[in-house]
């Protein structure tokens, strides 16, 4: 089949029994060492890509008979990929349906230096999508219930087979591959701040329970209930595997929850600052009160914007000290 950008896929007819044989009884050491091989890889997509590992690696057991294909023994490449990556390739005699009968040809596949270099590119044509529609497979991208992917990828037209969701349905729960779905990111930085901003994006984005991807971190209240809205950010971190960072907003002194950093805009940080102020109070001749103040500002600097252009802003809280009172 064609997937666009000028690429083709070949899905090898390999039938379901001979994938899920033997699973009743357990996974095979052979079958467990193949998973263990890919595994690692395909949570690595996950996080990259959105694409959940449970479809990743059911797939490339449906795709490859567990590895055991000559296209994926010679060329690394799990998913029947046609054409040549970075100038590698591998030509092979393979079967591919009509949607009448299997027609046997030859054909030229590209050749990877290793596993995850086949899953990733095999992940970009779903990120990216055919020319013509390039949100085709926007059903699989960051969806979470794999049976809801499976039928999701089903739907497109990927497979001319009109049992390959089915098929990757049987394989995840036989072989529970749903286990690998798992997978958390970690806090590599985690720093309090004081800044505010507004809430900018509308639709199709969350405030989460805890920094996405994280242990724990679920979509607490889209963000159309904030979209327009200044708010207080008191804490930022970034995770692995990101190079966005997540914001902790509150308002009105309650907390909201957690926002990705490119979902506020007109982005500023808030400074305390105590310079000094020398105030003399007393009253004049009608008997009201006067303050003479003499503020010393040279401690006093703007802070730095996040975005170059996002209008300059500076917030000084500013204490009396040092303030005499005189009685006339």
């Known amino acids: 089949m064609t997937i666009g950008l000028g690429i083709t896929i070949t899905l090898f007819a390999v039938p379901i029994h001979s994938q899920a044989a033997g699973l009743e009884d357990g996974l095979t050491s052979k079958q467990e060492k193949f998973i263990n091989e890919i595994a ?22 449906l795709e490859s008979n567990w590895g055991e294909s000559k296209l994926a023994k010679d060329g690394n490449n799990l998913f029947g990929i046609k054409g040549s990556y970075q100038g590698a390739s591998i030509k092979l005699p393979t079967k591919e349906h009509n ?22 590119d095999h992940a970009l044509l779903f990120v990216k999508g055919p020319s013509w529609n390039p ?24 497979s ?3 049992e390959y969701a089915a098929k ?42 805890a920094p996405g991807g994280t242990k724990g971190a679920k979509p607490i209240v889209s963000t159309t209930k904030y979209f327009g809205r200044q708010v207080s950010i008191n804490q930022e971190v970034k ?15 309650g907390s909201i929850g957690w926002i990705e950093s490119t979902s506020i805009k007109d982005f500023y940080q808030l400074e305390d600052y105590a310079p000094t102020v ?28 996040a975005k170059a252009d996002t209008k300059e802003k500076t917030a000084f809280n500013l204490p009396l000290l040092n303030v005499q009172s005189i009685v006339w």
């Open 40 to 61: 690692p890889h395909a949570q690595k997509v996950q996080k990259e890509h959105g694409i959940l590992a449970s479809i990743t690696i059911s797939q490339a057991i």
């Open 99 to 120: 949607g009448v009968v299997w027609v046997g040809t030859d054909a030229v596949f590209r050749a990877y230096p290793g596993w995850y270099e086949s899953m990733n």
């Open 135 to 158: 949100h085709l497979y926007g059903g699989l991208i960051k969806e979470y219930d794999f049976e809801k992917a499976a039928i999701a990828l089903g739907k497109t037209g990927y």
């Open 160 to 162: 001319s087979d009109p």
């Open 168 to 209: 990757l349905i049987e394989l995840i729960k036989k072989a529970n591959l749903n286990k690998y779905d798992t997978v958390y990111s970690e806090r590599v930085s985690d720093k309090a701040i004081k800044a505010a901003g507004e809430v900018a994006v509308k639709d199709n984005c969350y405030v989460w329970s």
């Open 239 to 253: 995770v692995t595997d990101s190079n966005i960072s997540w914001y902790h907003i509150h308002q009105n002194g």
């Open 278 to 305: 020398d105030a003399l109070l007393k009253t004049d001749d009608n008997n009201r009160l006067v303050i003479n103040m003499d503020i010393d500002t040279s401690e006093l600097h703007k802070t730095k914007l």
